[in-house]
């Protein structure tokens, strides 16, 4: 069974960019998660995304956004890059939402570099 | 908002020795869960263990387990017979028992570096 695949593994970007960066979870999980992981701030989440609805949303400005589609992958954009938008962004993906024991599991992450 | 703490930057272990890593954590939820990751450089965060609030036993997955303490608000990591494989940054993380809650609140991490 494939695990959570994300794409790129490693993008380079110049400021005042957009990305694009994409995840696609396990087989017939229904939720995807996003976070942000940098050196200074540590893990932090920034939405989830389930039914192609975002439910739940981390604190972070509108630049970053992102949709879910029908078969479960999910997109996340960032929009006028800047410096510190540089990091590794981890996407979790999970069967079932709706129950108590749903586990998280993670791809390996794409690493953006904004210069 | 919940909150997690993981007070040892780095910890470090002599191979086949016992480690124990520090976690605490605030909330005002009875129903929560708690787990531990390790990531290693390949970046992948990979479940260790996971302790349900409502459980009074430690979790124990082959040589992990957990010392809980959901009155003190506690939540540290034992590794048995440390292998040079454990290596890796440690993360303590929070879950809403809320149903459908999917958000993680990490710790800071704890980089674990075993010596052979």
């Known amino acids: 069974k494939a695990g959570v695949t994300q794409t790129p593994r490693y993008l380079i970007k110049t400021r005042g960019q957009q990305v694009t960066l994409s995840c696609s979870p396990i087989?017939?999980?229904?939720?995807v998660s996003w976070y942000q992981q940098t050196p200074g701030q540590g893990l932090q989440f920034l939405f989830e995304?389930?039914?192609?609805?975002?439910?739940n949303k981390g604190n972070f400005p509108g630049r970053f956004s992102g949709r879910q589609f029908s078969n479960s992958r999910s997109e996340m954009n960032v929009s006028t890059l800047e410096l510190g938008d540089s990091a590794l962004y981890l996407c979790?993906?999970?069967?079932?939402?709706?129950?108590?024991?749903?586990?998280?599991?993670f791809g390996q992450g794409t690493r953006l570099t904004v210069v | 908002a919940q909150t997690v703490t993981q007070s040892q930057p780095e910890m470090s272990v002599q191979e086949a020795e016992t480690v124990t890593l520090s976690c605490t954590y605030d909330?005002?939820?009875?129903?929560?869960?708690l787990f531990w990751y390790k990531q290693p450089p390949s970046r992948q965060m990979i479940l260790v263990i996971r302790?349900?609030?409502?459980?009074?036993q430690n979790a124990t997955e082959n040589r992990f387990s957990v010392n809980f303490q959901k009155a003190a608000k506690s939540f540290s990591l034992k590794i048995s017979d440390s292998q040079l494989g454990d290596a890796a940054m440690y993360f303590c993380?929070?879950?809403?028992?809320?149903?459908?809650?999917?958000?993680?609140?990490f710790g800071q991490g704890t980089r674990l570096t075993i010596n052979p």
């Open positions: 979790a993906s999970s069967l079932d939402p709706t129950g108590m024991n749903t586990e998280a599991f």
């Open positions: 087989s017939g999980h229904r939720s």
């Open positions: 995304y389930f039914s192609e609805t975002q439910r």
């Open positions: 909330t005002s939820e009875s129903d929560y869960y």
């Open positions: 302790q349900e609030a409502y459980k009074q």
């Open positions: 993380a929070y879950r809403s028992g809320i149903q459908g809650a999917q958000k993680l609140v």
